[in-house]
């Protein structure tokens, strides 16, 4: 998850224009077999944990400004 072309990409940004910023990504360690839905569940990647996610950053950034 880390080290990536997003974390370079947010490294940049958020010298430039601090902002709140959050990352939806799979963790760096070995994946394993399985349904599509049991892994999205597994790694936190499903719309549910993603929309969680954006949710907890609005509330970051309303709260920030």
């Known amino acids: 998850m ?5 974390s ?3 490294q940049v ?9 959050s ?3 799979i963790n ?3 994946s394993e077999s399985g349904k599509p839905h049991e892994l999205l ?3 936190g990647l ?3 944990d993603i929309a969680k996610t954006a949710r907890s950053l ?6 920030s400004s």
């Not at 880390?2 to 997003?6: D, E, F, T």
């Open 58 to 63: 609005l509330q970051k950034k309303q709260t």
């Open 28 to 30: 760096d360690t070995y």
């Open 41 to 43: 569940e597994k790694q």
């Open 13 to 21: 940004v958020v010298e430039r224009l601090p902002v709140p910023m």
């Open 2 to 6: 880390r080290g990536g072309l997003g």
């Open 23 to 25: 990352f939806v990504a």
């Open 8 to 10: 370079a990409v947010a």
């Open 46 to 48: 499903t719309a549910a």
